[in-house]
Each structure stands twice: as structure tokens, then as C-alpha cells.
């Protein structure tokens, strides 16, 4: 995985968090901060998980991100 699709990742991620706090119905100011914050944590995840693929990619010895 090569910088491109890290930033293709993080923007789509964007995207995302950006839909998602628009998807409150009647849950009020309560509902939209718990969206926010899942989908931030889905972001934070899924954007470590493609640093892990890439350093393996790699072959780094160290592929904690």
C-alpha cells in the first residue's frame, strides 16, 4: 500500500465522518456526538490498520503504527 491509497483511505474516512454526523434523525445534540465519536474511532482504526499493511509491505521490522 503506497501513500496514495493511505490519502484515498484518510479521504474517503473523511467522507465518512462527515455523512455520518448528518444522519441524525430525532436523537438530538447526544445521538450526533456518539455518531461522531464511533466514527471517528472507525477512522483512527481503519487508518492504522492500512499503516500495519503498509510497513508489512515493506518488510519493516517494526509494523506498530
Known amino acids: 500500500m503506497n501513500i496514495k491509497h493511505l490519502l484515498l483511505l484518510a479521504t474517503l474516512a ?3 465522518l462527515t455523512l455520518s454526523a448528518c444522519d441524525v434523525n430525532e ?3 447526544e445521538e ?3 455518531n461522531i465519536e464511533q466514527t471517528a474511532d472507525d477512522i ?3 487508518i492504522e490498520d492500512a499503516c500495519e499493511e503498509a ?3 515493506m ?3 517494526d509494523t506498530d503504527c
Request: net charge negative; proline share 6%.
Open 27 to 29: 436523537g438530538g445534540p
Open 32 to 34: 450526533l456526538g456518539e
Open 44 to 46: 483512527g482504526n481503519d
Open 55 to 57: 510497513k508489512e509491505g
Open 14 to 16: 473523511l467522507t465518512g
Open 59 to 61: 518488510n519493516a521490522s
